[in-house]
T-cell receptor, first 111, second 116 residues
């Protein structure tokens, strides 16, 4: 069956360290992958898009990698801060003008 | 721009009642999406529209669910009759174009629906 999985339900990281979140998928050949942030009681907010021909994308303290051979994307937050605490969702292009979302990883940055 | 607007923000209703959720997309966006989010199933796409036309409603769970987009600035999602298993947060999102091109989606604040 077609699946998209994010590495863990929750992740605790010490402030100042790099947080790394994983998104794995099977049975797709996506043209791109997106990452969103969701705070409690709010809708997801778009962060970054990476296309299949891009290995890496950066935006300020955020870095995303995309390995189409491993069928995996890694999302890194460097110099993490308590304000980075949120749920992070990956979203995969599955064709037919649709994307599907992973269930998300709840990230807690500990002061 | 005020962003995507949804109403109501919270809805509590009894089983069997009709529920109507409303969405105003961002002006100029021509794609609109309805999602449902639960702890168990995550964020699921129910239906999406492009230029007010329903393109894919394969995610609509059953005939009790229906959605309309009478014009570019308004959409509704209706559940009739509602059941307790419909309890979830319903999000509306809009974008400049179809998801296939990679356009980012802008989400509304959601409607938390509780069916007793």
């Amino acid at each position: 069956s077609q699946k998209i999985e994010q590495n863990s339900e929750a992740l605790n990281i010490q402030e100042g360290k790099t947080a790394t979140l994983t998104c794995n998928y099977t049975n797709y050949s996506p043209a791109y992958l997106q990452w969103y942030r969701q705070d409690p009681g709010r809708g997801p907010v778009f962060l970054l898009l990476i296309r299949e021909n891009e290995k890496e994308k950066r935006k300020e303290r955020l870095k995303v990698t995309f390995d189409t051979t491993l069928k995996q994307s890694l999302f890194h937050i460097t110099a993490s801060q308590p304000a980075d605490s949120a749920t992070y969702l990956c979203a995969l292009d599955i064709g037919n003008d649709k994307i599907i979302f992973g269930k998300g990883t709840r990230l807690h940055i500990l002061p | 721009d005020a962003g995507v607007i949804q109403s109501p923000r919270h809805e509590v209703t009894e089983m069997g009642q009709e529920v109507t959720l409303r969405c105003k997309p961002i002006s100029g966006h021509n794609s609109l999406f309805w999602y449902r989010q639960t702890m168990m199933r995550g964020l699921e796409l129910l239906i999406y529209f492009n230029n007010n036309v329903p393109i894919d409603d394969s995610g609509m769970p059953e005939d009790r669910f229906s959605a309309k987009m009478p014009n570019a600035s308004f959409s509704t999602l209706k559940i009739q009759p509602s059941e307790p298993r419909d309890s979830a947060v319903y999000f509306c999102a809009s974008s400049l174009g179809l998801a296939g091109a990679g356009y980012e989606q802008f989400f509304g604040p959601g409607t938390r629906l509780t069916v007793l």
